[in-house]
């Protein structure tokens, strides 16, 4: 009998930035209730998934090193998830082109779990819709619905609850790429020892943020940008500081630090603004490199093979 070999699918998952992030008290289960308004950035990674007897992972670009090849990927449990799903084998070569930075608080491996879903989902013909895919990807982790959704969406709980937010136009960002990564739990667990000494100041709503997006107006949504790890970031990585200075001195409209850090994530009032801040930036020895991306842009999404990464 003829057996058809289906081509290889290529899919893009874009990052995040968190325009604001509120981090309530610790839940009993151990994580915190959160407030979040992301926005998917065209920063990406390309995820390529051909047929293949077993299941294998290799990671290429940048900060492939940093990357596990195991099951520790969440690619490869992604996988085994959907395979388990659709009761067959996991056999599948799965190749991660990085250009999100890995433990960087864009959401890079959340990015590569949502690809995993949309990739495998059409090379082994699952059908499978988007809510479904969703609610796999959310076992996999929190941000991997919003992976998946993309755009400029609020999400509430862990941050996998996901209602879509209005985002008029497109908003310019600079990125700081730091040296190192950041440990999302550990930066979570300096949250709480500086709350427990009673010091930084929380949140309040999103509301004003949302009214500035739907308006389109850079200038309005910069002054309200916010994030409640940003003091914990900055007390494990003090250096973060001459980074954000670094942005706004060069001419960006705000700086935050993205997620849980070390990526910086500076607004900047249109894509020529971007560039000037971002040759400012890597002249300034405040960062690793200098990354220049615009959001919203939509979630993870199959692609020609002539425009892989
Ligand atoms: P988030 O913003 O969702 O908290 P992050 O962007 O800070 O996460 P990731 O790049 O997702 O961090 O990586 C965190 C850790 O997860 C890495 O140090 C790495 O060991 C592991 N990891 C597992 N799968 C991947 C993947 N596909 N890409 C990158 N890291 C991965």
Not at 137 to 159: E, K, M, N, W
Not at 238 to 263: E, F, M, N, Q, Y
Request: glycine letters at 12%; a negative charge; one cysteine or more.
């Amino acid at each position: 009998m003829l057996s058809v070999v289906p081509l290889p699918v290529i899919v893009r998952a874009p990052s995040k930035v968190n325009l604001h992030l509120g981090v309530g008290d610790l839940r009993e289960d151990g994580y915190h209730e959160l407030t979040s308004v992301f926005q998917a950035l065209s920063l990406s990674d390309d995820v390529r998934f051909a047929d293949a007897d077993q299941l294998s992972v290799t990671v290429r670009g940048d900060d492939a090193r940093a990357v596990p090849t195991d099951r520790r990927n969440l690619v490869w449990r992604a996988a085994e998830l959907l395979a388990e799903r659709a009761g067959r084998a996991p056999g599948v070569a799965i190749t991660i082109t990085k250009g999100i930075p890995v433990a960087g608080g864009m959401a890079g491996g959340s990015a590569d779990a949502a690809a995993a879903l949309v990739g495998l989902n059409e090379l082994w013909q699952l059908g499978l819709g988007r809510a479904e895919l969703s609610e796999i990807g959310a076992r996999l982790g929190s941000d991997v619905p919003f992976s998946l959704h993309g755009s400029t969406a609020l999400g509430t709980g862990r941050g996998e609850r996901l209602l879509p937010v209005l985002a008029r136009d497109t908003y310019h960002w600079v990125l700081a790429l730091a040296k190192g990564g950041l440990s999302t739990p550990t930066v979570f667990r300096e949250l709480d020892r500086l709350r427990a000494e009673g010091s930084p100041p929380r949140l309040g709503d999103a509301q004003e943020l949302m009214h500035a997006l739907a308006s389109g107006d850079p200038h309005a949504l910069a002054p309200l940008l916010g994030n409640d790890l940003q003091p914990a970031a900055l007390s494990l990585a003090p250096a973060l500081r001459r980074t954000l200075r670094a942005g706004t001195d060069a001419g960006a409209l705000a700086g935050i630090v993205s997620g849980s850090g070390p990526t910086c994530a500076f607004l900047c009032a249109d894509a020529e603004a971007a560039v000037a801040v971002g040759a400012e930036l890597a002249g300034a020895g405040v960062c690793r490199t200098v990354r220049i991306a615009h959001g919203p842009v939509p979630g993870a999404r199959i692609i020609d093979h002539e425009t892989e990464h």
